[in-house]
T-cell receptor, first 111, second 115 residues
Framework: GDSVTQMEGPVTLSEEAFLTINCTYT??????LFWYVQYPGEGLQLLLK?????DKGSNKGFEATYRKETTSFHLEKGSVQVSDSAVYFC??????????FGGGTRLMVKP | DAGVIQSPRHEVTEMGQEVTLRCKPI?????LFWYRQTMMRGLELLIY????????DSGMPEDRFSAKMPNASFSTLKIQPSEPRDSAVYFC?????????????FGPGTRLLVL
Protein backbone atom coordinates (compact mmCIF):
# COMPACT_ATOMS: atom_id res chain seq x y z
CA GLY A 1 0.00 0.00 0.00
CA ASP A 2 0.89 3.66 -0.11
CA SER A 3 3.17 5.05 2.59
CA VAL A 4 4.95 8.26 3.50
CA THR A 5 8.13 8.43 5.57
CA GLN A 6 9.41 11.58 7.22
CA MET A 7 12.52 12.33 9.20
CA GLU A 8 11.96 12.04 12.92
CA GLY A 9 11.96 15.17 14.98
CA PRO A 10 12.19 17.34 16.74
CA VAL A 11 14.21 19.54 14.45
CA THR A 12 15.62 22.43 16.44
CA LEU A 13 17.00 25.46 14.61
CA SER A 14 17.97 29.00 15.36
CA GLU A 15 16.07 31.83 13.73
CA GLU A 16 17.18 32.53 10.12
CA ALA A 17 18.68 29.06 9.72
CA PHE A 18 18.03 26.93 6.63
CA LEU A 19 15.41 24.24 6.99
CA THR A 20 15.12 20.86 5.30
CA ILE A 21 12.59 18.25 6.34
CA ASN A 22 12.95 15.03 4.37
CA CYS A 23 9.99 13.14 2.97
CA THR A 24 9.96 10.02 0.83
CA TYR A 25 7.01 8.04 -0.39
CA THR A 26 6.00 4.67 -1.73
CA UNK A 27 3.05 4.56 -4.09
CA UNK A 28 1.88 3.02 -7.30
CA UNK A 29 1.16 5.29 -10.20
CA UNK A 30 1.53 9.05 -10.00
CA UNK A 31 0.40 10.48 -6.68
CA UNK A 32 -0.08 14.12 -5.81
CA LEU A 33 2.08 15.28 -2.93
CA PHE A 34 1.38 17.73 -0.13
CA TRP A 35 2.83 19.38 2.93
CA TYR A 36 0.55 20.28 5.83
CA VAL A 37 1.41 22.39 8.86
CA GLN A 38 -0.08 22.06 12.34
CA TYR A 39 0.44 25.01 14.66
CA PRO A 40 0.13 24.43 18.41
CA GLY A 41 -3.46 23.82 19.45
CA GLU A 42 -4.79 23.86 15.89
CA GLY A 43 -5.72 21.39 13.18
CA LEU A 44 -3.72 20.70 10.05
CA GLN A 45 -3.60 23.26 7.26
CA LEU A 46 -2.53 22.67 3.69
CA LEU A 47 0.82 24.42 3.16
CA LEU A 48 1.75 23.53 -0.42
CA LYS A 49 1.28 20.88 -3.06
CA UNK A 50 2.67 19.43 -6.29
CA UNK A 51 0.68 17.26 -8.64
CA UNK A 52 3.28 15.92 -11.08
CA UNK A 53 6.95 15.15 -11.38
CA UNK A 54 9.32 18.15 -11.26
CA ASP A 55 6.56 20.47 -10.04
CA LYS A 56 7.60 22.82 -7.27
CA GLY A 57 5.06 23.78 -4.65
CA SER A 58 5.66 26.97 -2.67
CA ASN A 59 3.95 29.03 -0.01
CA LYS A 60 5.03 31.38 2.80
CA GLY A 61 8.69 30.94 1.86
CA PHE A 62 8.49 27.15 1.97
CA GLU A 63 9.25 25.08 -1.12
CA ALA A 64 9.18 21.42 -2.08
CA THR A 65 9.97 19.78 -5.43
CA TYR A 66 8.32 16.55 -6.59
CA ARG A 67 11.21 14.21 -7.42
CA LYS A 68 9.90 11.04 -9.01
CA GLU A 69 13.34 9.53 -9.55
CA THR A 70 14.04 9.60 -5.83
CA THR A 71 10.38 9.39 -4.73
CA SER A 72 10.95 12.42 -2.53
CA PHE A 73 9.25 15.69 -1.66
CA HIS A 74 11.59 17.43 0.79
CA LEU A 75 10.40 20.64 2.44
CA GLU A 76 12.82 23.59 2.49
CA LYS A 77 12.89 27.16 3.71
CA GLY A 78 15.83 29.48 3.41
CA SER A 79 15.37 31.40 6.65
CA VAL A 80 13.08 30.12 9.38
CA GLN A 81 11.30 32.26 11.94
CA VAL A 82 10.11 31.51 15.45
CA SER A 83 6.55 31.61 14.08
CA ASP A 84 7.37 28.61 11.86
CA SER A 85 7.52 26.38 14.94
CA ALA A 86 4.94 23.69 14.28
CA VAL A 87 4.51 20.08 13.22
CA TYR A 88 4.86 19.44 9.49
CA PHE A 89 3.19 16.50 7.75
CA CYS A 90 4.02 15.16 4.33
CA UNK A 91 1.12 13.45 2.55
CA UNK A 92 0.14 11.91 -0.76
CA UNK A 93 -3.09 11.36 -2.63
CA UNK A 94 -3.24 8.46 -5.04
CA UNK A 95 -5.75 6.97 -7.42
CA UNK A 96 -7.96 5.88 -4.53
CA UNK A 97 -8.32 9.60 -3.82
CA UNK A 98 -7.60 9.28 -0.12
CA UNK A 99 -4.82 11.01 1.75
CA UNK A 100 -1.95 9.09 3.32
CA PHE A 101 0.04 11.06 5.90
CA GLY A 102 3.55 10.71 7.21
CA GLY A 103 4.19 10.64 10.93
CA GLY A 104 4.89 14.36 11.21
CA THR A 105 8.07 16.26 12.08
CA ARG A 106 8.13 18.80 14.88
CA LEU A 107 10.11 21.97 14.13
CA MET A 108 11.27 24.20 16.96
CA VAL A 109 12.82 27.54 16.07
CA LYS A 110 14.66 29.41 18.80
CA PRO A 111 15.20 33.16 18.76
CA ASP B 1 -17.23 30.87 9.26
CA ALA B 2 -16.37 29.23 12.58
CA GLY B 3 -14.55 26.36 10.95
CA VAL B 4 -14.78 22.77 12.12
CA ILE B 5 -15.80 22.66 15.77
CA GLN B 6 -14.79 19.82 18.06
CA SER B 7 -15.70 19.19 21.66
CA PRO B 8 -14.42 18.66 24.19
CA ARG B 9 -10.95 20.04 23.53
CA HIS B 10 -9.49 17.94 26.32
CA GLU B 11 -10.80 14.78 27.96
CA VAL B 12 -9.32 12.81 30.81
CA THR B 13 -11.06 9.60 31.76
CA GLU B 14 -10.40 6.31 33.45
CA MET B 15 -9.97 3.00 31.72
CA GLY B 16 -13.29 1.32 31.08
CA GLN B 17 -15.30 4.51 30.79
CA GLU B 18 -17.23 5.53 27.71
CA VAL B 19 -15.88 8.49 25.78
CA THR B 20 -17.84 10.51 23.21
CA LEU B 21 -16.12 13.00 20.94
CA ARG B 22 -18.18 15.48 18.96
CA CYS B 23 -17.71 17.30 15.70
CA LYS B 24 -19.60 19.98 13.84
CA PRO B 25 -18.39 20.29 10.24
CA ILE B 26 -18.33 23.48 8.25
CA UNK B 27 -21.79 24.32 7.01
CA UNK B 28 -22.34 23.06 3.48
CA UNK B 29 -19.54 20.50 3.58
CA UNK B 30 -20.78 17.02 2.77
CA UNK B 31 -17.73 14.89 3.65
CA LEU B 32 -16.53 14.35 7.19
CA PHE B 33 -13.39 12.54 8.38
CA TRP B 34 -12.20 11.28 11.76
CA TYR B 35 -8.43 10.95 12.31
CA ARG B 36 -6.31 9.80 15.23
CA GLN B 37 -2.84 11.21 15.89
CA THR B 38 -0.29 9.45 18.08
CA MET B 39 3.45 9.66 18.45
CA MET B 40 3.86 6.05 17.45
CA ARG B 41 1.56 5.87 14.46
CA GLY B 42 1.31 9.44 13.25
CA LEU B 43 -1.97 10.57 11.68
CA GLU B 44 -4.38 7.77 10.80
CA LEU B 45 -7.76 7.98 9.07
CA LEU B 46 -10.35 6.16 11.14
CA ILE B 47 -13.54 6.65 9.15
CA TYR B 48 -15.14 9.03 6.70
CA UNK B 49 -18.68 9.93 5.72
CA UNK B 50 -20.18 11.26 2.51
CA UNK B 51 -23.63 12.82 2.84
CA UNK B 52 -23.93 11.37 6.36
CA UNK B 53 -23.25 7.82 5.14
CA UNK B 54 -20.15 5.95 6.36
CA UNK B 55 -18.08 5.12 3.29
CA UNK B 56 -14.92 3.54 4.67
CA ASP B 57 -14.42 2.51 8.28
CA SER B 58 -11.46 0.22 7.65
CA GLY B 59 -9.30 2.45 9.83
CA MET B 60 -11.43 1.96 12.93
CA PRO B 61 -9.15 0.00 15.24
CA GLU B 62 -11.69 -2.35 16.79
CA ASP B 63 -15.27 -2.82 17.84
CA ARG B 64 -14.82 -0.54 20.82
CA PHE B 65 -14.85 2.36 18.37
CA SER B 66 -18.01 3.55 16.67
CA ALA B 67 -18.92 6.68 14.71
CA LYS B 68 -22.22 8.17 13.72
CA MET B 69 -23.41 11.09 11.66
CA PRO B 70 -27.12 11.54 12.33
CA ASN B 71 -27.31 14.71 10.25
CA ALA B 72 -25.19 16.96 8.08
CA SER B 73 -24.11 19.17 10.96
CA PHE B 74 -23.07 16.69 13.63
CA SER B 75 -20.94 13.59 14.10
CA THR B 76 -19.77 11.59 17.09
CA LEU B 77 -16.91 9.19 17.69
CA LYS B 78 -17.50 6.90 20.64
CA ILE B 79 -15.06 4.65 22.45
CA GLN B 80 -16.55 2.08 24.79
CA PRO B 81 -14.87 0.88 26.89
CA SER B 82 -11.85 3.13 26.68
CA GLU B 83 -8.30 1.85 27.21
CA PRO B 84 -5.02 3.66 27.94
CA ARG B 85 -3.76 2.91 24.42
CA ASP B 86 -6.62 5.01 23.06
CA SER B 87 -4.88 8.11 24.39
CA ALA B 88 -4.29 10.35 21.39
CA VAL B 89 -5.44 13.51 19.66
CA TYR B 90 -8.57 12.93 17.60
CA PHE B 91 -9.18 15.25 14.68
CA CYS B 92 -12.32 15.83 12.70
CA UNK B 93 -12.14 17.31 9.20
CA UNK B 94 -14.71 18.27 6.60
CA UNK B 95 -14.64 18.90 2.88
CA UNK B 96 -17.00 20.46 0.40
CA UNK B 97 -18.52 18.34 -2.33
CA UNK B 98 -16.46 18.33 -5.48
CA UNK B 99 -13.39 19.87 -3.91
CA UNK B 100 -10.08 17.97 -3.90
CA UNK B 101 -9.32 15.66 -0.97
CA UNK B 102 -6.41 17.83 0.09
CA UNK B 103 -8.72 20.73 0.85
CA UNK B 104 -10.06 19.12 3.99
CA UNK B 105 -10.52 21.61 6.81
CA PHE B 106 -9.34 20.26 10.14
CA GLY B 107 -10.75 21.03 13.54
CA PRO B 108 -8.49 21.84 16.50
CA GLY B 109 -8.67 18.27 17.80
CA THR B 110 -9.68 16.59 21.04
CA ARG B 111 -6.82 15.52 23.26
CA LEU B 112 -7.85 12.30 25.01
CA LEU B 113 -6.03 10.81 27.96
CA VAL B 114 -7.20 7.47 29.31
CA LEU B 115 -5.72 6.62 32.68
Amino acid sequence: GDSVTQMEGPVTLSEEAFLTINCTYTATGYPSLFWYVQYPGEGLQLLLKATKADDKGSNKGFEATYRKETTSFHLEKGSVQVSDSAVYFCALRNAGNMLTFGGGTRLMVKP
Amino acid sequence: DAGVIQSPRHEVTEMGQEVTLRCKPISGHNSLFWYRQTMMRGLELLIYFNNNVPIDDSGMPEDRFSAKMPNASFSTLKIQPSEPRDSAVYFCASRAQGSPQETQYFGPGTRLLVL
